[in-house]
């Protein structure tokens, strides 16, 4: 089984930093993809940041020049490091994988619990 496992919310003021970390455990074959979304209590989960085996990365709009993605891919591992926080950045952070189980397997997305960021005025 495959389980994801997040690290490093909190309630932090305007203008600081958190890091968020999450590692995949369990019966994995390849990772294409990770990243972190978030979500508002009735909204949609929207997308922060995503970092692809290609190499690519994507960022949302809203927290570019401010956020970073990293991944260790020996640990399957992907953290947010997010600074100049705002009051706006208060949401649910989930993170997500895109993998698969072995090799003739199709990939597939897993989530994890999710973690509280809140920051304060």
């Known amino acids: 089984q495959v389980q994801l496992v997040e690290s490093g919310g909190g309630l932090v003021q305007a203008g600081g930093s958190l890091r968020l970390s999450c590692a995949a455990s369990?019966?994995?074959?390849?990772?294409?993809?990770m990243g972190w979304y978030r979500q508002a209590p009735g909204n949609e989960r929207e997308l922060v940041a995503r970092?692809?085996?290609?190499?690519?990365?994507n960022y949302a709009d809203s927290v570019k020049g401010r956020f970073t993605i990293s991944r260790d891919n020996a640990k399957n591992t992907v953290y947010l490091q997010m600074d100049s926080l705002k009051p706006e950045d208060t949401f649910v952070y989930y993170c997500?994988?895109?993998?698969?189980?072995?090799?003739?397997?199709?990939?597939?997305?897993?989530w994890g619990q999710g973690t509280q960021v809140t920051v304060s005025s």
């Open positions: 369990g019966s994995i074959f390849s990772i294409n993809a």
């Open positions: 997500y994988a895109e993998l698969r189980e072995a090799a003739y397997r199709s990939y597939y997305v897993y």
């Open positions: 970092i692809v085996n290609s190499g690519t990365i």
